[in-house]
């Protein structure tokens, strides 16, 4: 059987699964807030701040959001943060 269902919604795509275990959002995404996917059926929701040269601006974001939308706890891709990629 299945043990864990993780989905993470692409801006601008339909969602094919809309229940789980943990929804996983790259943030921020202007076609995708997280605020579209609060009301679906997941038991966890994290944010991930998206990578790349905003990845400071996107962090701060992602950690600014889930203090004040506690259903969001913050996801981070430890690996590029310390350089392994």
């Not at 996983?24 to 040269?53: C, I, S, T, Y």
Request: with cysteine; net charge negative; proline share 8%.
């Amino acid at each position: 059987g299945i043990d864990w269902i993780c989905v993470s919604p692409k801006a601008g795509e339909a969602l094919a699964i809309v229940r789980g275990d943990e929804l996983k959002l790259v943030f921020p995404q202007d076609d995708a807030p997280p605020a579209r996917f609060e009301n679906l059926a997941f038991r966890h929701f994290f944010l991930q701040p998206m990578d790349g040269p905003d990845r400071e601006a996107n962090t701060r974001a992602a950690i600014n959001y889930c203090l004040t939308h506690p259903q969001w706890r913050l996801s981070l891709q430890t690996h590029k943060i310390i350089g392994i990629d």
